[in-house]
C-alpha cells in the first residue's frame, strides 16, 4: 500500500477538476465542452475512491458511487453527443457560441 | 523496501503529473481529435490511479467504459461532425481570462481548505482489503436499488439517444 | 436443414484439401505446385515464343534468303533485315543483318506463317533475361540461328513435316533438273534484287 | 518433498526464474530482486509477443497454402523457417512513407500504441502451472479492458492517414470491435459465474478433474460459449470471415492503407499477437487452460492455443467474407441473445443434475436456435437457382 | 427435488403466452396446440405433487427476492391440501377447455392471441395457487385480471363486450384496491405476507387476543373480503359477471365460472385462520354469501340467454362457497369449489357447444336440440343433475355439505334461504334444458348441428368429472376431502344428517318436476306466474335493478355533479366573467383618454428608460451556455470566500 497523503490525492483531483471546468468554460465547441465534462467526472470519482480507501467508510461505497458515476457519465455522453448530431444536422454548426437563440 | 516505496510514491505523482499535463492538453489543443486522444490518456492514468488507490476494478472498469466506449463514442461524434482536412476555427471563446482568474481563486480557496482540514483518515481503513466479490456482494444487495435504476436509465438514455440522433424525413433546417 | 450445416460442410471441403495436399496426387487433391528452377512442366510441342532462324547442316547453309516477308508482316515491327552483298555489291540471297528485338516481338508467330522458305519459326525458349532492355534483348544472327536438329527435337511433328515437303520438292526438283537443264541463275536472283529498298 | 521428473520439467521455467532471483538475492539488495523479477517477466513476455507473432504468420501461411494445394514458403531456411526473419528484414529495410497531409505524430503513434494493449494481456495469460506473469484477482475483467483499447490504435491510425479508405476502415472496425465486444463479453460470463473468480488462474483450477472431464467445454453451456466467444473472437482481431475492416477488394487495406515498412509491421504484429492472446484466453476459460494429463502444462497450453490459431486459419481458409450489414446483424441479432440464453444454461446447469440439465438445454438451445433463426432471415438465405448449373 | 418442479407448472403456460404473444403471426393454429401441450405437461407435472399431497405430504419453499432494506422480500411456493385441490381442479379443467377452444375457436382471425391471453391467465392462476404470500398472491391475481379484461373484450369490435369489459375491470378493481389495503393491513399488524406464517401467528394468538391488534386484523379480514367481494362477483360488485359472458364461451367457462372467480373463495380460504380468529367477521360473510345466492338465482329464473343464466348460476353457486365459508364450513366449501368447478365449466362449455351449433343465445328460440345434439344434452343435463344436487353426483355431495354446516351451526334461517336457492335452482336449470333440449324447434331459422369431436370430447371427459368428483367427499369415502382440508385448519365439523340430504333430494326433484310441469306439460302456467306476481317476476328480469341502481345512485351522481359544475361554471362564472367584461367595456372607454394620454406618456417614458437601462442590463443574457455557467461559477467563488471569511 502507497500512503500518499490524501490531501495529496484531493488536491489532485481538484485541479484536474479546474482544468475540466476550465475546458467547458471556454471551449466554443460542444464536443470540447463534453470533453471536459467528463474530465470533472473523472476528478469527482477520483475523490470518491479516495475517500472510500481512506477513512472508516465501507470500502464498497465510495467505488460503487463511482461505478454509477461512470453508467450516468456514459449515458450523458451518449445523449449529448446524440443533441450534438442533431445541432449538426439542423444548424451545421458545433460551436457553442452560434447557438444563442434563447437570448433577450 | 523503503527503495520500493519511495519509488512507487515517486511514480504516482508522476503518473498525476501526466494526467494534469494530458488534462491540459484536452482543454487546450485546437484539434477536437488529439483532445479526445489527450482524454484517453488522461483516462488510462487515471485508472492507474485507481490501482494505486487498490480500486483494480474500478480500474479495469474505467477502461473498458471509458476509453472503449466514451471516447469511441466521442470520435465517432468528432468524425462526424468535423471536416477532415478542414481548417480549425479559433476554438476557445472571449471568456478564458476571467475563467483563468475565478479557476485560480477557486483552487487556491479549496486548496487552502483542503490543506487545513483533519481528515478523518484511520488506519484500519487503509489495511481494509475489499473485494470484488464485496464489491458484487453490495451491488446486489445494498445498493440493488439504485443498480436497477440505473438499467432504467441506461434503457431511457438508449431510447432517447436513437430518437434524437435518427435521420427524420427531411425537412426545411431552421 | 440444420442451421451452420453448410458452414460445417464448407470447413469439411477445406479441411480434405488440406489433409490430401500430404498424401495426394496434384490430380487429386494433391498440391500441384510445381518447384519451378528445379522442376518445370513439360513444354507442350506447339508452344511458341520467340522467333528463330533453322539452318541445315551447317550454319552457312541457312534457310533464310532475307526476302523480308517476316519483317514487312510482323505486326510490332521487330524485325530487322539486311541482305548481304558479296564483294561486287550485289545481293546473295543470304542475310547479313537479321535482328529480332525480343523485347517488341508478341510472339504471334505471323513470320512463321508467312514465310516461303520455311526458315523462322517460333522457339520453345521462354527463359529471356537481359540486363538492360532497349539493346540487350535484340537477338542478332548469330544467336538466332539454331539447327535443323535442334528444330527437329523441340518440334518434332512441324519439322520432319517439313523435312519432308522440303525433300519432295528437292526431289521434284532434282526430276525437273534431270528433264531439263537448270535454269540461268539470274530468273532467280531477280526478285530480291528488286527488293532491295536501301 | 520428493516429486516425479514430470514435476520439474512442468516447473522448467518457473524454476529457473527462481534459480536466478535467488542468486541475486545474494548479492544485491531486496529491491532489486522485485525489479529483476518483473524485468525478467516482462522481457520474456516482450520477446515471447515478437516470436509467436513471426512464426504464426509462417504458419499461417504454410497452412492457407495447403488449403490451397499450395506449398506455402520453404524456399528461406528449412521447410521456410527463417521466413518471418527474412520478412523482418525486409520491413526493417522498407522506406517509411507518411502522406503529405498526415497528423505526423498521431501518424507515428497509432502503430506503437496499438501494440502496447496486444502486450499487456499476455500479463494475465497462464501459460501453465504458476506460470501467469500477473496473477491479477480482476485477469479476465482485465482482459476484457484492455482489448477494448485496441480501437483507440486504430481509430488514430485511421484518423491520421487521411485518407478516405482508412477512415472507411477505422469507422468500420470500430463499429465491429465495439459490436462484437458485447457478446464475447457475455460468453465469458457463464465461465466467471462457474468458478466464481474473476482471475484467469481460478478459472484454470476451477476445470480440474478425473479425466480432463471437467473443462468447461464439456458442458453443454460451456460449448455454446466456446463456440460464440471464439466467433468474436476471430471478429475482434479482424480475421476472416470478419476482415472487414482491412478488406482489400473494397478498402485497399482499410485502416492501415497509408502505413509501410516497420509502422505496418506494427500494425501485423498487434493483430497476431491478438489472435494469439484471445486463442490464448479461449483455451484458459473453456478448455482447461494448461490442465491436461501427461506433458507439462506449459506444453499442453501451447498445444491446445494452437490448436485453435489452426482453427482461425481454417476459417481464413474456408469463408469469404461477411457483408457489413450481416455482420452486425450477426453480432445484434443472433449472438447477443444467444449468450443471454447460454446465461440462463449456466444458471441451469447450477440448479439440476448434469443430465437434466443437459437435456434441457438442448431442448432450450434448439428452440431458441430455432427461434432465431426464423427471426434472421438474412443469414439463412432462399435456396437459390443457378440456371447453368446443370 | 420433485417438488421443486412445481415452479414449472405456472411457467410453462407462461412459456406459451410468450411464444404465441412474440410468434403468433406465424404459429396460426399451431397457437393453441402450444398452449393445451404446455397446459397439458403442467398437468402432468402437477398431478404427482397433488397426489403426495393427497397422501399426506407437504411441499414449501421459500427464496429471498429482495431486501428491501432489513425487511426480506420473500417468493415461494406452498403446497398444502387447499392449493394441491385447487392445483388439481385448475390444471385439470383448464386444459379440457383449452383443448375444447382449440375448437370453438378455430376460424378466428385473433387466433393465436386468444390462446396466448388463456396462457397467460393459467400461468396467472397456477401461480396463485402454489404462491405462499400475499405479495405473488395479489400480482397473480391482478395478472388474472388483466386476462379477464382482455379475453371479455376478446371480440372489441363490439360496443357491448368493450363496455363489458370495463365494467369488469372497474368494477374488480374496486374489490382489488380493497385486498390490497387489506393485506397491507395484515402486514402492519403481523409483520409477515407468508400463509404459513400467519397460520401459526394466528393458530398462536388463538389464546391470548391481547397480542395481537385485534382492531387491524378485523380491519384487514374485511379489506380481504373486499377482494373476494370483487373478484367472486358477491352482492353488491356480482354486476360484472353477467355482462362477462360477451367473452368467448371457453374464458366464460374458464375464467368466469370455473376458477378465476373460484379464486376470490380461494382467498376467503387461505385467509380462513385470520376470518376464524377476528370476531364478528363470519357473519358479515355468511349474510354477504347468502344474500347472494339467494338473488342470483332468483334472478336466473326469468333470465333468456342462456350464456346469462348460467353466469347467474354461478354467482349464486359462489355465494353457496362463501356462504359455507361464512358458517365455518372451510371443507363444504372448499369441496363445492371443485365440484363447481367441473360441472360448471361443463355448462358452459355445453352452452358454447349448442351456441356453436345454433348461432343463437336466446333459449326462446332453441328447442328440440336432444336430436340433434346429443352429446352436448347429455353431458349437459348430467351437469344440470350435479348442480341441481341430484344424488349421487358431485353437486349432491357438495351442497349437502353447505347445507350441512347452516344446518349444524343452527342457523336456520341461513339455512331455509339456501334450500329455497337449491330449489330454485333446480328450477331454473331444467327450465333452461327443457326449452332448450325438448319440445319442438321454436325458431325454424335455426339450422343446428352437433359439434365437432375435439369439443365433445371435452364435454365428456367433464360429465365424466363431474359425475365422480364428489365421491371423495361423500359417506362413501368416509367424508375424506373433508378430513383433508381438516388437516390444514382446525374448523367446527357436524355429522351428516339424513334430515338435510333428505331436504336437500326433496328440493331438487321438486324443482326439476316444477320445471318440468311448467316448460313441457303447461306452458301458459309459466306466464300465468309472472302475471300474478308482476313484482317478483320484474325485479328477477331486471336483475334487482342493479345496474339500474348503480347507474342512477353512483354513475349518474358522478355525471350530474359534473353536470352542475359545468352548469356552475357555464351560468356563474362566465355570467360573472361577460358581465365583468361589459361593465369594462364601458369603462375602458372612459379609461381609454386617460391612458391614452396619461399612463401612455408614462409608461412610454418608462419604457423608454426601461430600454436605455436595459441596454446595459441584457448583455448578461448572451444565450451562450458558456457565459452562464461563467456567472455561475464565479458566484460560487464568491459565495466560498465569503464561507471563509465568515468562518
Known amino acids: 500500500m502507497i500512503v500518499l497523503p490524501l490531501s495529496h490525492i484531493l488536491i489532485f483531483s481538484l485541479v484536474l477538476f479546474a482544468i475540466g471546468v476550465y475546458g467547458a468554460l471556454v471551449r466554443r465547441n460542444i464536443i470540447g465542452i463534453l470533453i471536459s465534462i467528463e474530465l470533472m467526472l473523472n476528478a469527482a470519482n477520483i475523490n470518491l475512491i479516495a475517500f472510500s480507501k481512506y477513512t472508516s467508510l465501507s470500502p464498497e461505497t465510495g467505488q460503487i458511487f463511482a461505478l454509477f458515476v461512470i453508467a450516468i457519465a456514459a449515458t450523458a455522453a451518449a445523449v449529448g453527443l446524440a443533441i450534438v448530431l442533431a445541432l449538426y444536422r439542423v444548424r451545421k454548426t458545433v460551436q457553442a457560441d452560434e447557438v444563442n437563440l434563447l437570448k433577450w | 523496501m523503503p527503495i520500493l516505496e519511495i519509488a512507487a510514491k515517486f511514480g504516482t505523482y508522476a503518473v498525476m503529473a501526466v494526467i494534469l499535463i494530458f488534462a491540459l492538453g484536452v482543454v487546450t489543443f485546437r484539434n477536437l481529435f488529439h483532445c479526445a486522444l489527450c482524454l484517453a490518456a488522461a483516462l488510462i492514468g487515471t485508472a492507474v490511479i485507481y490501482v494505486v488507490l487498490q480500486a483494480e476494478y474500478l480500474a479495469a472498469i474505467q477502461i473498458l467504459l471509458y476509453v472503449g466506449a466514451v471516447v469511441t463514442l466521442i470520435i465517432f461524434a468528432i468524425m462526424l461532425t468535423e471536416h477532415l482536412a478542414g481548417k480549425t476555427a479559433r476554438q476557445n471563446n472571449s471568456q478564458s481570462l476571467l475563467a483563468i482568474v475565478g479557476l485560480l481563486g477557486f483552487v487556491t480557496l479549496l486548496a487552502t481548505l483542503i490543506l487545513k482540514t483533519p481528515w478523518p483518515v484511520t488506519p484500519t481503513a487503509l489495511q481494509a482489503k475489499n473485494s470484488v466479490m464485496g464489491l458484487g456482494k453490495a451491488l446486489m444487495g445494498t445498493y440493488v436499488f439504485p443498480f436497477e435504476v440505473i438499467s432504467i436509465i441506461l434503457i431511457a438514455a438508449l431510447i432517447g439517444t436513437v430518437v434524437i440522433a435518427k435521420k427524420d424525413a427531411p425537412e426545411e433546417p431552421l | 436443414m440444420i442451421f451452420g450445416m453448410g458452414v460445417f460442410k464448407g470447413m469439411m471441403v477445406t479441411l480434405k484439401n488440406f489433409l490430401t495436399s500430404y498424401v495426394c496426387k496434384p490430380d487429386n487433391g494433391g498440391i500441384f505446385t510445381v518447384q519451378y528452377p528445379e522442376e518445370r512442366e513439360k513444354v507442350i510441342e506447339n508452344f511458341r515464343n520467340f522467333p528463330f532462324l533453322v539452318y541445315d547442316e551447317t550454319p552457312e547453309k541457312i534457310r533464310c534468303v532475307a526476302c523480308g516477308i517476316c519483317e514487312r508482316e510482323c505486326p510490332p515491327k521487330c524485325i530487322h533485315i539486311e541482305m548481304a552483298l558479296d564483294a561486287a555489291g550485289k545481293p546473295t540471297r543470304k542475310p547479313a543483318v537479321f535482328d529480332v528485338d525480343y523485347g517488341l516481338c508478341m510472339n504471334c508467330g505471323m513470320c512463321e506463317d508467312v514465310c516461303p522458305f520455311d526458315s523462322i519459326f517460333m522457339d520453345h525458349a521462354f527463359e529471356v533475361t537481359a540486363p538492360e532492355q532497349s539493346e540487350g534483348l535484340v537477338r542478332h544472327k548469330e544467336r538466332l540461328m539454331k539447327s535443323n536438329e535442334y528444330f527437329q527435337k523441340v518440334r518434332p511433328t512441324l519439322a520432319s513435316a517439313i523435312d519432308q515437303k522440303r525433300k519432295a520438292s528437292e526431289d521434284k526438283k532434282k526430276a525437273a533438273a534431270a528433264q531439263a537443264p537448270a535454269p540461268p541463275p539470274p530468273s532467280a536472283g531477280g526478285p530480291p534484287a528488286k527488293q532491295e529498298p536501301k | 518433498m520428493i516429486r516425479s521428473w514430470e514435476f520439474y520439467v512442468d516447473m522448467i521455467f518457473v524454476t529457473a526464474k527462481a534459480w536466478i532471483l535467488s542468486l541475486l538475492g545474494r548479492f544485491l539488495p531486496d529491491w532489486i530482486v522485485v525489479l529483476a523479477s518483473i524485468t525478467i517477466s516482462g522481457v520474456v513476455i516482450l520477446c515471447l509477443g515478437p516470436v509467436i507473432m513471426m512464426y504464426l504468420t509462417l504458419l499461417e501461411r504454410k497452412v492457407i497454402g495447403r488449403i490451397q494445394n499450395r506449398y506455402g514458403p520453404n524456399r528461406v531456411g528449412k521447410w521456410g523457417l527463417l521466413q518471418p526473419i527474412a520478412d523482418g528484414i525486409k520491413m526493417f529495410t522498407k522506406e517509411d512513407i507518411v502522406p503529405a497531409n498526415a497528423d505526423k505524430i498521431v501518424h507515428l503513434l497509432a502503430p506503437i500504441v496499438i501494440v502496447v494493449p496486444a502486450l499487456m494481456i499476455f500479463l494475465v495469460v497462464p501459460f501453465g502451472e504458476r506460470m501467469t506473469a500477473v496473477n491479477l484477482n480482476i485477469g479476465l475483467l482485465f482482459f476484457i479492458a484492455v482489448s477494448s483499447v485496441t480501437i483507440l490504435p486504430i481509430f ?92 482489400e477488394s473494397e478498402l485497399v487495406a482499410g485502416f492501415h492503407t497509408e502505413y509501410s515498412g516497420m509502422k505496418f509491421a506494427l500494425f501485423y504484429m498487434a493483430e497476431y499477437m491478438n489472435a494469439f492472446t484471445l486463442c490464448g484466453i479461449a483455451a484458459t476459460l473453456f478448455l482447461g487452460g494448461w490442465q491436461g494429463p501427461f506433458l507439462p502444462s506449459w506444453l499442453w497450453f501451447f498445444g491446445k492455443t494452437f490448436l485453435l490459431i489452426c482453427v482461425m486459419i481454417w476459417f481464413r481458409g474456408t469463408f469469404p467474407r461477411f457483408r457489413v450489414d450481416h455482420l452486425m446483424g450477426f453480432a445484434w441479432k443472433f449472438l447477443l441473445p444467444l449468450t443471454l440464453i447460454n446465461i440462463l444454461l449456466t444458471a441451469l446447469w447450477q440448479f439440476t443434475s448434469n443430465l437434466t440439465a443437459w437435456l434441457w438445454s438442448i431442448l432450450i438451445l434448439g428452440i431458441s436456435l430455432w427461434i432465431l433463426v426464423k427471426l434472421n432471415r438474412t443469414f439463412v438465405p432462399e435456396k437459390r437457382h443457378y440456371p447453368l448449373e446443370s | ?175 382489488d384496491v380493497g385486498f390490497l389495503l387489506g393485506f397491507l393491513t395484515l402486514f402492519a399488524a403481523l409483520g409477515t405476507l407468508n400463509f404459513s406464517e400467519m397460520n401459526t401467528l394466528m393458530a398462536g394468538a388463538h389464546g391470548s387476543h391481547a397480542t395481537l391488534n385485534t382492531g387491524l386484523l378485523t ?118 369449489l371443485i365440484t363447481h368447478a367441473f360441472f360448471k365449466a361443463l355448462l358452459f362449455l355445453g352452452a358454447g357447444s349448442v351456441i356453436h351449433g345454433t348461432h343463437v343465445q336466446d333459449i326462446r328460440e332453441m328447442g328440440g336440440l336432444f336430436k340433434k345434439m346429443p352429446h352436448t344434452a347429455v353431458t349437459f343435463i348430467i351437469a344440470s343433475l350435479a348442480l341441481s344436487g341430484v344424488p349421487p353426483l358431485s353437486g349432491f355431495w357438495s351442497k349437502d355439505e353447505i347445507l350441512l354446516s347452516a344446518f349444524g351451526a343452527g342457523n336456520f334461517l341461513v339455512f331455509g334461504i339456501l334450500l329455497l336457492t337449491a330449489l330454485m335452482t333446480a328450477f331454473y336449470m331444467f327450465r333452461l334444458i327443457f326449452l332448450t333440449f325438448f319440445g319442438a324447434a321454436r325458431n325454424a331459422k335455426v339450422h343446428a348441428h352437433e359439434s365437432p369431436a375435439l369439443m365433445t370430447g371435452p364435454l365428456w371427459c367433464l360429465a365424466v368429472g363431474s359425475i365422480v368428483i364428489g365421491i371423495p367427499g361423500s359417506p362413501f369415502m368416509h367424508h375424506w376431502f373433508q378430513k383433508f382440508i381438516a388437516h390444514m385448519v382446525h374448523y367446527p365439523e357436524y355429522e351428516p344428517s339424513g334430515l338435510v340430504m333428505a331436504c336437500s333430494i326433496a328440493v331438487a326433484i321438486l324443482g326439476i318436476t316444477l320445471a318440468g310441469v311448467m316448460y313441457l306439460k303447461q306452458k301458459h302456467w309459466a306466464a300465468a306466474v309472472a302475471k300474478n306476481f308482476p313484482l317478483f317476476y320484474r325485479l328477477s328480469f331486471n336483475k334487482f335493478y342493479f345496474d339500474e341502481f348503480y347507474a342512477a345512485y353512483v354513475v349518474k351522481p358522478f355525471n350530474a355533479l359534473g353536470h352542475v359544475l359545468f352548469g356552475f361554471d357555464e351560468t356563474v362564472i362566465d355570467g360573472a366573467v361577460n358581465g365583468t367584461g361589459r361593465n369594462t367595456l364601458f369603462l375602458s372607454e372612459i379609461k381609454n383618454w386617460i391612458d391614452q394620454y396619461i399612463v401612455d406618456g408614462a409608461v412610454n417614458f418608462m419604457g423608454t428608460a426601461v430600454y436605455f437601462l436595459n441596454s446595459f442590463v441584457k448583455r448578461i443574457q448572451t444565450g451562450f451556455v458558456q457565459n452562464y455557467l461563467l456567472i455561475v461559477f464565479l458566484v460560487l467563488v464568491a459565495f466560498l470566500i465569503l464561507e471563509l471569511k465568515l468562518a
Open chain 5, 219 to 336: 380491519l384487514a379480514a374485511l379489506l380481504i373480503f373486499c377482494g373476494t367481494i370483487g373478484k367472486s362477483a358477491q352482492f353488491p360488485l356480482h354486476v360484472w359477471l353477467p355482462d362477462a359472458m360477451e367473452g368467448p364461451t371457453p374464458v366464460s367457462a374458464l375464467i368466469h365460472a370455473a376458477t378465476m372467480v373460484a379464486a376470490g373463495v380461494f382467498l376467503v380460504a387461505r385467509s380462513f385462520t385470520l376470518f376464524m380468529a377476528v370476531p364478528n367477521i363470519l357473519p358479515i360473510v355468511t349474510a354477504i354469501g347468502t344474500i347472494t345466492a339467494f338473488m342470483a338465482a332468483f334472478i336466473a329464473l326469468t333470465q333468456n340467454d342462456i350464456k346469462r343464466i348460467l353466469a347467474y348460476s354461478t354467482i349464486s353457486q359462489l355465494g353457496y362457497m362463501v356462504t359455507a365459508m361464512g358458517l365455518s364450513g372451510l371443507g363444504a366449501g372448499t369441496f363445492h
Open chain 5, 1 to 175: 427435488m420433485t417438488s421443486d418442479q412445481i415452479i414449472l407448472v405456472p411457467l410453462l403456460p407462461f412459456l406459451a403466452f410468450a411464444a404465441n404473444i412474440l410468434a403468433g403471426r406465424w404459429l396460426k393454429n399451431r397457437a393453441a396446440w402450444l398452449s393445451v401441450a404446455t397446459s397439458s405437461v403442467a398437468c402432468v407435472i402437477a398431478l404427482p405433487i397433488c397426489w403426495a399431497v393427497f397422501q399426506g405430504a407437504h411441499f414449501a419453499h421459500q427464496g429471498t427476492w429482495l431486501m428491501l432494506g432489513t425487511v426480506p422480500l420473500k417468493f415461494g411456493y406452498l403446497m398444502d391440501p387447499l392449493s394441491a385441490t385447487l392445483l388439481f381442479m385448475v390444471t385439470i379443467v383448464g386444459t379440457l377447455i383449452q383443448i375444447y377452444a382449440a375448437g370453438y375457436m378455430h376460424g378466428d382471425p385473433r387466433y393465436s392471441r386468444f390462446f396466448a391471453y388463456v396462457s397467460l391467465f393459467m400461468s396467472a392462476m397456477l401461480t396463485l395457487v402454489v404462491s405462499d404470500n400475499y405479495l405473488l398472491f395479489f400480482m397473480a391475481w391482478e395478472i388474472m385480471g388483466l386476462c379477464s379484461y382482455l379475453l371479455i373484450g376478446f371480440y372489441f369490435e363490439k360496443d357491448s363486450a368493450a363496455n363489458a369489459s370495463l365494467k369488469a375491470f372497474l368494477t374488480t378493481r374496486i374489490g
Open chain 4, 156 to 247: 488514430m491510425g485511421s484518423w491520421a492517414s487521411r485518407n478516405k479508405y482508412s477512415l472507411l476502415g477505422g469507422m468500420r472496425t470500430a463499429a465491429q470491435m465495439i459490436s462484437y465486444e458485447i457478446p464475447m463479453t457475455l460468453a465469458v460470463v457463464p465461465a466467471i459465474m462457474m468458478s466464481q473468480s474473476l482471475s484467469t488462474n481460478t478459472i484454470v483450477l476451477a476445470q480440474t478433474g478425473d479425466f480432463d472431464l471437467h473443462w468447461f467445454i464439456f458442458t453443454p453451456w460451456g460449448i455454446v460459449g466456446f463456440i460464440i466467444f471464439f466467433l468474436c473472437a476471430t471478429a475482434e482481431c479482424n480475421r476472416p470471415p470478419f476482415d472487414l475492416p482491412e478488406a
